[in-house]
């Protein structure tokens, strides 16, 4: 870990853990403004369902694939890349679909809402790639 006047670098997530289970990315890099986590789970594994009472998260499959099952029945699969937002109180349950690989996805949750963009580009410099980025 490296840390600065505000900000912490992880260089990777196995500098935060290994095995199976949680990698405490809010814990290891001092965030405070949300929630995240980095889960690895084994071959065929699944989770047991679970909602929360105020944050929404985000769910995006770093490695493997994933399905996710909901409180309504429906279930869908995700793949690396792949994404899906949960509201607090939607049950959700994460099955790893392969026998022979890990699955590994990271969660942020939070609740109170998006800020909206307010980036600005400091004093005497220009953003190079123009407006909107």
């Known amino acids: 870990m490296t840390r600065g006047d505000g900000w912490a670098v992880a260089p ?3 500098s935060m853990g290994e095995g199976y289970g949680f990698r405490k990315l ?3 890099l001092d965030v405070t403004e949300f929630g995240v986590n980095v889960i690895t789970i084994p071959p065929g594994y699944s989770t ?3 909602y929360h009472e105020r944050q929404q998260e985000l769910y ?3 490695r493997g694939a994933i399905e996710m099952s909901f409180g309504d029945g429906v279930k869908t699969e995700l793949r690396e890349g792949g994404a899906a937002r949960v509201d607090a109180a939607t049950v959700r349950s994460v099955r ?3 026998e022979t690989e ?3 996805y990271l ?3 939070a609740e109170a809402g998006y800020v909206g963009r307010d980036a600005h580009v400091p004093k005497g410099e220009t953003n190079p790639r123009g407006p909107g980025f």
Do not use: C, M, T
């Open 12 to 14: 990777d997530l196995d």
């Open 26 to 28: 809010r814990r290891e």
């Open 48 to 50: 047991g369902g679970h």
């Open 60 to 62: 995006f499959v770093h």
């Open 96 to 98: 790893n679909l392969s």
């Open 102 to 104: 890990d699955a590994q």
């Open 107 to 109: 969660i942020v949750g």
